[in-house]
C-alpha cells in the first residue's frame, strides 16, 4: 500500500472512531406546568436551541417531552434548565442511554 494510501485510510479511521464516541440517547421530560395547547411550541423551540439536540417531541396532553440528542454535545441537565429558562420546570420520567 502506497503512503497516500496509508494516510487515507489513516484519516478514514479517525474519522470512524469519532463517530463512533458519540452516542445518541433519548430523554423523557415530566412538564407538568403546561396549561395551554401553545405551551409545547415554546418548550419545543428552547430545546431544540440547545446543541446537540436531535429532535424534540412536546405532548400537552401527556405533560411530556421526549429529547434525542447527542450526549457528547448535550447534557440532561442543559435540557432541563433550558425548559426551566422558558418558564417550565421539568423532572426526568426516564433516561435512556
Given at each position: 500500500?502506497?503512503?497516500?494510501?496509508?494516510?487515507?485510510?489513516?484519516?478514514?479511521?479517525?474519522?470512524?472512531?469519532?463517530a463512533?464516541?458519540?452516542?445518541e440517547?433519548?430523554?423523557?421530560?415530566?412538564i407538568?406546568t403546561?396549561?395551554?395547547?401553545?405551551?409545547?411550541i415554546?418548550?419545543?423551540k428552547s430545546?431544540?436551541?440547545?446543541?446537540?439536540?436531535?429532535?424534540?417531541?412536546?405532548?400537552?396532553?401527556?405533560k411530556t417531552?421526549?429529547?434525542?440528542?447527542?450526549?457528547?454535545?448535550?447534557?440532561?441537565?442543559?435540557?432541563?434548565?433550558?425548559?426551566?429558562?422558558?418558564?417550565?420546570?421539568?423532572?426526568?420520567?426516564?433516561?435512556?442511554?
Open positions: 500500500m502506497g503512503n497516500k494510501m496509508k494516510k487515507l485510510a489513516f484519516v478514514f479511521l479517525l474519522a470512524q472512531s469519532g463512533l464516541c458519540a452516542a440517547q433519548s430523554v423523557i421530560l415530566s407538568p403546561m396549561d395551554c395547547p401553545v405551551c409545547p415554546t418548550i419545543k430545546l431544540q436551541k440547545v446543541t446537540g439536540v436531535k429532535s424534540a417531541k412536546v405532548s400537552y396532553e401527556g417531552a421526549v429529547v434525542v440528542f447527542d450526549n457528547q454535545l448535550a447534557k440532561v441537565e442543559s435540557l432541563l434548565k433550558a425548559t426551566e429558562n422558558v418558564g417550565y420546570p421539568a423532572t426526568v420520567l426516564k433516561n435512556t442511554p
